[in-house]
């Protein structure tokens, strides 16, 4: 197994071409400019750079290296994984299942409902806010973290999920 950073260095040599053997979001699809062999012209921190057949710069982002593996001939980007709530994360959940099911509780949403009021809201943000795990409502990414409130699950960046995408690697020196 190659690293990320060796990828990038043999992308800016201009040694490397590769090819789409696998796209979850195109499928069979995938735009004309986008097929056959494309060789590797740059990179940087958080890119490789491939020559479109149209001639344009086509910018491959590799925002996280935990979720790439390369290996000198397959260059595979996964989506983040999913991953069961830690011991921590559940205690944090059952505190606020406890604030936010109190009578009081209940009657402030029902007020905010009709009111068009947001302290119950803003009552969850602060908890999560103050506990550290903002992520845990579901609302935005923190440190590579989201929880999935339909799955009951943490989507986490360090763990590999499905294949997004995948490429064939060659060299052509």
Same mark, same amino acid.
């Given at each position: 197994?190659k690293t990320?950073a060796?990828?990038?260095?043999e992308?800016?040599?201009?040694i490397?071409?590769?090819?789409f053997?696998?796209?979850?979001?195109?499928?069979?699809?995938?735009p004309k400019r986008?097929?056959?062999?494309r060789?590797?012209?740059?990179?940087n921190?958080v890119?490789?750079?491939?020559?479109t057949s149209?001639?344009?710069k086509?910018?491959l982002?590799?925002d996280k290296?935990?979720?790439?593996? %390369?290996?000198?001939q397959?260059?595979t980007i996964f989506n983040? $994984? !999913?991953?069961? +709530?830690t011991?921590?994360? #559940?205690?944090?959940m059952?505190?606020?299942?406890e604030k936010?099911?109190?009578?009081?509780?209940?009657a402030?949403?029902?007020?905010d409902?009709?009111?068009?009021?947001?302290?119950t %809201?803003?009552a969850?943000?602060?908890?999560?806010?103050?506990? $550290? !795990?903002?992520? +845990?409502?579901?609302f935005n #990414?923190?440190r590579?973290?989201?929880?999935?409130?339909?799955m009951?699950?943490v989507?986490?960046?360090?763990?590999?999920?499905?294949i997004c995408?995948q490429?064939?690697?060659?060299?052509?020196?």
């Open positions: 197994m990320l060796e990828l990038k260095r992308a800016k040599s201009g490397l071409e590769g090819k053997i696998h796209h979850s979001q195109f499928g069979a699809n995938l986008l097929q056959g062999w060789k590797l012209i740059d990179s921190s890119a490789i750079y491939f020559l149209d001639g344009k086509s910018e982002r590799l290296a935990s979720l790439v593996d %390369y290996d000198g397959t260059l983040a $994984g !999913y991953r069961d +709530l011991e921590e994360e #559940k205690y944090v059952n505190v606020w299942k936010s099911s109190t009578s009081q509780f209940k402030q949403e029902e007020l409902a009709l009111s068009d009021g947001s302290s %809201y803003w969850k943000v602060f908890y999560f806010r103050k506990v $550290g !795990y903002e992520y +845990l409502m579901g #990414k923190q590579g973290m989201k929880y999935d409130t339909i009951g699950k989507q986490d960046d360090k763990i590999k999920g499905t995408m490429y064939q690697i060659r060299r052509v020196a």
